[in-house]
Nanobody, 116 residues
Framework: QVQFVESGGGLVQPGGSLKLSCAVS????????FGWYRQAPGKQREWVAT???????DAANSAKGRFAVSRDNAKNTVYLQMNDLKPEDTAVYYC??????????WGRGTQVTVSS
């Protein structure tokens, strides 16, 4: 069974950067596309960005120009580089397969808090 283990979150000041990692196991990693999602307190989980196997990245309007997804096939790891962070980016961040917002399976996620 696939497992997603997210890491790299923390407390950062507005305007700062963080790079999240997601270690994926139990997947045909190199054949799969992955995305990042987040859930803020009191809100539903939302899609953040996806890196397709074509190399094309799609991102939510809130993430465009600030967030970038990458992957290391040798390490079965997906990354989310987040720049110019804003307080509204505060959330628990998760990775999952692409187009999986309604998935019933999620890892524990990693908390990102943007605050001065």
């Amino acid at each position: 069974q696939v497992q997603f283990v997210e890491s790299g979150g923390g407390l950062v000041q507005p305007g700062g950067s963080l790079k999240l990692s997601c270690a994926v196991s139990g997947s045909t990693f190199i054949l799969d596309a992955f995305g990042w999602y987040r859930q803020a307190p009191g809100k539903q989980r939302e899609w953040v960005a996806t890196l397709w196997n074509s190399g094309i990245t799609d991102a939510a309007n809130s993430a465009k120009g600030r967030f970038a997804v990458s992957r290391d096939n040798a390490k079965n790891t997906v990354y989310l580089q987040m720049n110019d962070l804003k307080p509204e980016d505060t959330a628990v961040y998760y990775c999952n397969y692409a187009a999986s917002l309604n998935s019933g399976y999620w890892g524990r996620g990693t908390q990102v808090t943007v605050s001065s």
